[in-house]
Every structure is written in structure tokens, then in C-alpha cells.
């Protein structure tokens, strides 16, 4: 009978060796399941600010200030490009139909590319989806949201030839965000990640859905249901991505990257987006919202404007609120922008979801709702004293765009009483002004 001490000793064994299995692999379950599941990572604490955050970014309290922190946040960008090699493009795609092996041949020059540079809760969604009913669209939604899972949460992503690749910090990773746009709007989906295409968000367009069929939620599908989404894009004639994570700075470089693309800047009153955030339950400080939410606006809007001197053809700024108050009228403004013609699908499509009598569906739905009701719902939600501490907060982005503080309560209750004008004189690149006069009454 062994000794009570070799018991011991082979009982330590065990337990050493139980705790090396778990040690070794439970991690490697957990990264596993985080990858390819994002969702089901822990979610933020209350206390967190949105996912649109730059904290490390300090409150710049004069617009004299404005350009040293663009110069700043310059700097910050790491240059250093990505290995994988992306082949040439060509002046004209060839164009595979995987259903039934036909091909068709599309010119790059009539392609249009568009990035939506815009907030949370801005109204961004329906904007996207009004641009993507034009006809031959794809719409890639928030594509830079994997980037920022990967560098929050510490997963590396996986490219096309099965690498992993840490994405580091936010700051060191403007050139690898442009380049994610650079190949996506020129369907090289291979020169991205794969992590990129597990993200449902995609799905707002529905010509993704067959894909998402094949590959459910298992990474190693992406390679053998990619050609349903490829052959979506090259036929496509317009490219969409909608993105709250990009910074004014960051466009000048993806203009020159892809010198055929337009971006539009997408504001909203910052009482009706820290409005909309209550109403999805976010932790809600009016102040505290305000001060972050106004101060990045302010910047991203002396930036654009420096921007749009340089690239006029190519940038232009959007109120919300002027496509709310006429959705016809500056829809063609925005497809005539784009380059894009306004078709009958794209009017049904206003007519049914943007001037429908009366507002359905949750705080995310982009369905059946008056966007004129909608763009005013912060007048009737918040309290005063919300309002207040806001315009506290806001008082420079104000001056530079087409806002007006609260002057009371019954100011702000009054519908004959406006806290918007879109025809701000510092905002040059506004779109409503830039083209023609909005047609009168057009609905």
C-alpha cells in the first residue's frame, strides 16, 4: 500500500497538471468564442462613454486652440502601411456571376464612392439607408467597428491568409483605417479581415443576408461564402459606408488615397442626439454628454471646413435637420452631389419612411416615421434644465454652425420657434446652399 506521503505527492501532481489544462486552454476557448462571437463579450459598465470616445483628446476651450490640436492629433497617426499586397486596379473590372457564370464588365469611372462621417444617434442609419435605395448600391455599415473591438477588447484580427494582426492603440492606426476604406469601396475583400464580414451590422443592406445564411457565425465560412457579398459589390455602381468612428483629421488622407470618393459630414443638434442616447438607456449626464459630444463636433467642423477649401468637389455638410424639414428637395441635392440620379425607388422610399403620418418602431428603427416629428422629439423629451445644461456646454459649436441656445421653457415647447437655421455662415461646404435653392414645397 503506498505511503501517505507518495499519496500526497501524486495528488499535487494531478492537481498541477489539472490546472495547466485550465490555464492553457480556457484562454484559448474564451479568445476563440470572443472572436468569432463578439457580442457575447462582457459589455462596457455604465460608467464608459460611447464608442465614438476620444478621451485622450483634452477639451480645447478656445477655437484659437482648434488647429494645434489637429496638428497634434496629426501626428498621432502612424503611418506605417499594412504588408499585404492589393493588386493594381484596373480602369475597367471584370465581373464574375457566381449563380450562374456569366460576366459583365463595369467602368471604375462610374463608380461613386461615399463615406458618411457622422455621430452617434445623428440620424446616420436613415441616411445611409435613403442613399442606399439608389439603384446597383452596397452599404457597409460601421466597418470600422471590428478595428475598435480588436483594440479595446485586445482581440487580433485574421486576415484572408489565416494571420493574426494586433491592432495596438487607437492613435497608431490611420493608415490601416484608410486603407480598410480604400479596399472596401474597391470590393478588394481580401486585402481586409475576416472579422470584418462577421459583423452583422451589415445586414441593414439586405443583399447581404444570403451571406450571412452561408456562413452563420463560423470564421473559416468567410472564405467560402465571400463570392455571394463580391459579386454584390462589383456590380455595384454606388459604394456606401456609413462610420461614427472616423475623425475630421483622418479625411484629408482618405482623399488622397481615393481621390474618386465624396464625404459627407452628417450633424444633428446635439439636444436631439443626447436626446436619442437617453432613449436607448445610455448613462445619462446632460453636462457631462453635452461637453463631449459638442466639443467633438466643433472640432470635426473646423477641420472639414479646412478640408473642404482643398477638396470642394469632394466634401459636403448635411444637417439633419434640413433633410428632415424637406426630404425631397434635399435628397436630389445629395444625389446630385453624389452623382447618382434620384429615382422613383428612392422617392417611394421617403414617401413611406421619411413623411409618414405618424412615427412606428423603436429608437433604432428607420421605418415608417416623420423625420420632421423625429428631428423635434428632444423638444418635447427633455426636461428644461437638461436643455440648460447643454446650451452651457454648447455654446461654442454655436457660434460655428447653425444652432441656437434655449432661451426658456416656452421658447422651447413653442413649434413656431426655431433653434436651427441651415444656412450658417461659417459652414461653406453646407450642402443645402452650395448646388441650387431647395425647390419650394416639393414633397
Known amino acids: 500500500m503506498p505511503s501517505p506521503r507518495k499519496i500526497s505527492r501524486r495528488f499535487a501532481c494531478v492537481l498541477a497538471m489539472s490546472l495547466t489544462v485550465i490555464i492553457l486552454i480556457l484562454p484559448a476557448q474564451l479568445f476563440e468564442y470572443s472572436?468569432?462571437?463578439?457580442?457575447?463579450?462582457?459589455?462596457?459598465?455604465?460608467?464608459?462613454?460611447?464608442?465614438?470616445?476620444?478621451?485622450?483628446?483634452?477639451?480645447?476651450?478656445?477655437?484659437?486652440?482648434?488647429?494645434?490640436?489637429i496638428d497634434k492629433e496629426k501626428e498621432m497617426e502612424d503611418i506605417t502601411p499594412i504588408s499585404e499586397k492589393v493588386t493594381k486596379a484596373s480602369n475597367v473590372q471584370k465581373i464574375i456571376n457566381y449563380d450562374d457564370q456569366t460576366e459583365e464588365t463595369v467602368s471604375?469611372?462610374?463608380?461613386?464612392?461615399?463615406?458618411?462621417?457622422?455621430?452617434?444617434?445623428?440620424?446616420?442609419?436613415?441616411?445611409?439607408?435613403?442613399?442606399?435605395?439608389?439603384?446597383?448600391?452596397?452599404?457597409?455599415?460601421?466597418?470600422l467597428r471590428p478595428l475598435q473591438w480588436s483594440y479595446s477588447r485586445k482581440i487580433p484580427l485574421i486576415d484572408f491568409n489565416n494571420k493574426t494582426r494586433k491592432i495596438v492603440s487607437k492613435g497608431g492606426n490611420g493608415e490601416r483605417r484608410t486603407k480598410l476604406f480604400e479596399d472596401l469601396l474597391s470590393c478588394k475583400f481580401r486585402s481586409t479581415y475576416k472579422d470584418i464580414f462577421l459583423d452583422r451590422g451589415h445586414a441593414s443592406d439586405h443583399r447581404f443576408l444570403p451571406f450571412y445564411k452561408c456562413v452563420g457565425k463560423k470564421i473559416h465560412k468567410v472564405d467560402e461564402c465571400l463570392h455571394i457579398i463580391q459579386n454584390v459589390c462589383d456590380t455595384s455602381r454606388l459604394r456606401i459606408a456609413k462610420v461614427i468612428r472616423l475623425r475630421a483629421f483622418e479625411v484629408v488622407n482618405i482623399l488622397k488615397k481615393i481621390p474618386d470618393i465624396k464625404v459627407i459630414h452628417l450633424l444633428r443638434d446635439p439636444r436631439a442626439i443626447i436626446n436619442s442616447l437617453k432613449q436607448i438607456r445610455f448613462r445619462f449626464d446632460a453636462k457631462e454628454?453635452?461637453?463631449?459630444?459638442?466639443?467633438?463636433?466643433?472640432?470635426?467642423?473646423?477641420?472639414?471646413?479646412?478640408?473642404?477649401?482643398?477638396?470642394?468637389?469632394?466634401?459636403?455638410?448635411?444637417?439633419?435637420?434640413?433633410?428632415?424639414?424637406?426630404?425631397?428637395?434635399?435628397?436630389?441635392?445629395?444625389?446630385?452631389?453624389?452623382?447618382?440620379?434620384?429615382?422613383?425607388?428612392?422617392?417611394?422610399?421617403?414617401?413611406?419612411?421619411?413623411?409618414?403620418?405618424?412615427?412606428?418602431?423603436?429608437?433604432?428603427?428607420?421605418?415608417?416615421?416623420?423625420?420632421?416629428?423625429?428631428?423635434?422629439?428632444?423638444?418635447?423629451?427633455?426636461?428644461?434644465?437638461?436643455?440648460?445644461?447643454?446650451d452651457s456646454q454648447c455654446y461654442d459649436l454655436y457660434n460655428v454652425s447653425g444652432y441656437f441656445d434655449v432661451m426658456n421653457p416656452e421658447n422651447m415647447k413653442d413649434p413656431n420657434i426655431v433653434h436651427f437655421r441651415d444656412d450658417a455662415p461659417f459652414i461653406k461646404s453646407n450642402l443645402v446652399d452650395r448646388?441650387?435653392?431647395?425647390?419650394?414645397?416639393?414633397?
Open 108 to 143: 471604375s469611372n462610374s463608380v461613386k464612392k461615399v463615406i458618411i462621417l457622422a455621430y452617434m444617434r445623428s440620424g446616420s442609419s436613415m441616411t445611409g439607408k435613403l442613399l442606399e435605395q439608389s439603384d446597383n448600391s452596397i452599404y457597409f455599415f460601421e466597418p
Open 435 to 443: 448646388i441650387e435653392e431647395i425647390e419650394n414645397g416639393e414633397h
Open 35 to 69: 472572436t468569432y462571437f463578439p457580442n457575447i463579450t462582457p459589455k462596457a459598465s455604465q460608467s464608459s462613454l460611447p464608442e465614438n470616445n476620444l478621451s485622450q483628446i483634452k477639451y480645447v476651450p478656445k477655437l484659437t486652440n482648434a488647429q494645434k490640436i
Open 289 to 390: 454628454r453635452a461637453n463631449f459630444v459638442c466639443n467633438l463636433m466643433r472640432r470635426n467642423i473646423i477641420t472639414f471646413e479646412k478640408t473642404f477649401e482643398l477638396y470642394p468637389k469632394q466634401t459636403a455638410t448635411l444637417f439633419f435637420e434640413s433633410l428632415a424639414k424637406n426630404p425631397m428637395g434635399v435628397t436630389k441635392k445629395l444625389f446630385d452631389f453624389i452623382g447618382v440620379p434620384r429615382t422613383d425607388t428612392v422617392m417611394k422610399w421617403i414617401t413611406k419612411n421619411m413623411l409618414a403620418n405618424i412615427s412606428s418602431g423603436g429608437p433604432f428603427s428607420v421605418y415608417n416615421r416623420n423625420s420632421l416629428v423625429v428631428s423635434n422629439k428632444w423638444r418635447q423629451q427633455l426636461k428644461f434644465k437638461d436643455v440648460e445644461s447643454i
